[in-house]
T-cell receptor, first 114, second 111 residues
Framework: NAGVTQTPKFQVLKTGQSMTLQCAQD?????MSWYRQDPGMGLRLIHY???????DQGEVPNGYNVSRSTTEDFPLRLLSAAPSQTSVYFC?????????????FGQGTRLTVV | TQLLEQSPQFLSIQEGENLTVYCNSS?????LQWYRQEPGEGPVLLVT?????EVKKLKRLTFQFGDARKDSSLHITAAQPGDTGLYLC???????????FGSGTRLLVRP
């Protein structure tokens, strides 16, 4: 069972560079989300999607773009990387059924912007 | 400003001690979850509570949802080194698809 797969696991970018963090899930989940985790801040929601073609902003969306062309994939794009985007990024997916469905997480991408 | 406030932020205790972690908000939740995260991994679900006043037990862990569905607690009895990790509460507000996380409580259980 692959679950939620994130690539890459580690990345170093220079300020101003762009890149895409990949996220794929094989559980046919409708909901997918991107979070960033900084020391002492827990997880903060960047963007989320409730289905293919539908995305919306979370708590900290600035500097990030997303799209959802398929149920399986939910890439996160950094348009022009800044040192403030140094963080660990987690992708999560969950099914639509019920109000308390479990969120499944990838192993994270550790991004450093220098 | 964090929508979900967790306390304490950090807890270091001796094996065998009991502890309680709190998750509070001024908003009403449709559901609340507790996750545990280990270094280098994503969070993993421990429990979901949906009814005000609900109590759930998972071995030595007891989870309680406040009557007004604005707060929750996690109590660990006779903590063991294997309980070490980051404990996160997460909640959905009514009619929202978004799952919001608290700031986390980092627990260290010393042998």
């Amino acid at each position: 069972n692959a679950g939620v797969t994130q690539t890459p696991k580690f990345q170093v970018l220079k300020t101003g560079q762009s890149m895409t963090l990949q996220c794929a899930q094989d559980m046919n989940h409708e909901y997918m989300s991107w979070y960033r985790q900084d020391p002492g801040m827990g997880l903060r929601l960047i963007h989320y999607s409730v289905g293919a073609g539908i995305t919306d902003q979370g708590e900290v969306p600035n500097g990030y773009n997303v799209s959802r062309s398929t149920t399986e994939d939910f890439p996160l794009r950094l348009l022009s990387a800044a040192p403030s985007q140094t963080s660990v990024y987690f992708c999560a997916s969950r099914s639509q059924g019920g109000i308390g469905t479990e969120a499944f997480f990838g192993q994270g991408t550790r991004l450093t912007v220098v | 400003t964090q929508l979900l406030e967790q306390s304490p932020q950090f807890l270091s205790i001796q094996e065998g001690e009991n502890l309680t972690v709190y998750c509070n908000s001024s908003s009403v939740f449709s559901s609340l979850q507790w996750y545990r995260q280990e270094p280098g991994e994503g969070p993993v679900l421990l429990v979901t509570v949906v009814t005000g006043g609900e109590v759930k037990k998972l071995k030595r862990l007891t989870f309680q949802f406040g009557d007004a569905r604005k707060d929750s607690s996690l109590h660990i009895t006779a903590a063991q080194p294997g309980d070490t990790g980051l404990y996160l509460c997460a909640a959905r507000m009514d009619s929202s698809y978004k799952l919001i996380f608290g700031s986390g409580t980092r627990l260290l259980v010393r042998p």
